[in-house]
């Protein structure tokens, strides 16, 4: 057996003291033991008691900074040089069960709109491995996910690319199984949302409860150093954003952190929540979404224009977001999605869904 458990053990000690003295670690003794985990020196055992006390204890906003610095340091990067700035749109890798996804949707029409969209996900994730972005993406007849060559391509050709862990933080991805036996969520499930393979990009993400992650997400995302950031109550905690009027968004920019709200009809657009998007099956998500993309007005229009639109707005946050809302609106009706879906949709699946 390996000895290096003997080299993770003091990091553990310093963790593992007891209930009554359990304390968050310093950002540096953080990111080196998550180093240590995701290079293999750490014993399974070991790697699982650091994440399962830390949910136990709760991650602090420093702590989830210090782990995915040390993610970052294992990515491999997509260069997206020319261009509007590369939004990362990712919510929970672990996917959704109760209802169907539509983010890929609004991340086809921001780009289709002219934006740069990268989607982040997983496949079998757990706890939930439920269904993601990435399979609302292959019934629409995208390949998804992509190797970092192909999402690199995609994103400079066509402004959309998708792609996982496994392409682009290995080490993460090594990690799975460990992950399906912890059971529960950790920080993992965190940082994991908080790593971009694009060196610069701006980030959108989905959090699933609002105390603490409202709280520790933009936080951890400001002493990140990301520059520009939307954090945001989601549906199931994946990348979309209930349009209810009283779900909390939080702007990060230049370190600086707001939290707010919007009105839906302050956007000229109904109200529209988790009960417009039943999960029943593949087929009756990709219905609906087509139903959409070919311009059919209803909740699940509504909910991708917004999606849309924030997606925009992170890009270019000194535009109002009603103008990026009327942008979205304007490409979705005009058939520009559509036919950017055209462009990236495989031939035997075009043929299948007849667009």
């Known amino acids: 057996m390996s000895e290096g458990w003997k080299e993770f053990a003091p990091y553990l000690k310093i963790l593992a003291r007891g209930p009554d003295s359990l304390t968050d670690l310093e950002p540096e003794v953080a990111e080196e033991a998550t180093e240590l985990i995701l290079r293999g020196v750490a014993s399974p055992a070991q790697a699982a008691g650091f994440f399962l006390i830390g949910r136990a204890k709760g991650n602090s906003a420093t702590e989830l900074a210090a782990i995915s610095r040390a993610m970052r340091k294992f990515c491999h990067h997509i260069e997206a040089l020319h261009g509007p700035p590369v939004v990362t749109a990712s919510g929970g890798f672990d996917g959704k069960t109760r209802t169907f996804n539509i983010g890929a949707a609004s991340s086809l029409v921001a780009a289709a709109a002219g934006g740069r969209i990268l989607a982040l996900g997983g496949e079998e994730v757990p706890p939930k491995a439920g269904r993601t972005n990435f399979d609302a993406l292959k019934n629409l007849g995208m390949k998804a996910p992509q190797t970092l060559e192909a999402a690199r391509a995609s994103l400079e050709e066509y402004g959309l690319a998708a792609t996982t862990p496994e392409y682009y933080l290995p080490k993460l991805h090594g990690l799975l199984q460990l992950r399906r036996e912890m059971v529960r969520r950790t920080a993992l499930n965190v940082s994991e949302k908080l790593v971009s393979p694009v060196p610069g990009s701006r980030i959108l993400v989905g959090i699933t409860h609002r105390h603490p992650f409202l709280n520790t997400i933009p936080e951890a995302l ?51 929540t988790k009960a417009n998007v039943p999960w029943k099956s593949p087929e009756d998500e990709a219905r609906h979404l087509l139903f959409a993309l070919h311009g059919g007005e209803g909740p699940v229009s509504n909910l991708i224009i917004y999606n849309a639109a924030l997606r925009l707005w992170v890009a270019d946050e000194d535009t109002p977001l009603e103008d990026h809302v009327n942008k979205a609106c304007e490409t979705l009706l005009s058939g520009s999605a559509l036919g950017l879906l055209r462009q990236l949709r495989q031939p035997l699946a075009a043929a299948r869904l007849g667009v």
């Open 222 to 272: 400001a002493d990140l150093g990301v520059d520009c950031a939307l954090v945001f109550q989601a549906i199931e905690g994946s990348d979309e954003a209930p349009l209810d009027g009283n779900s909390a968004l939080v702007w990060v920019k230049n370190r600086r952190i707001e939290e707010f709200r919007i009105l839906p009809e302050s956007l000229g657009l109904s109200r529209a």
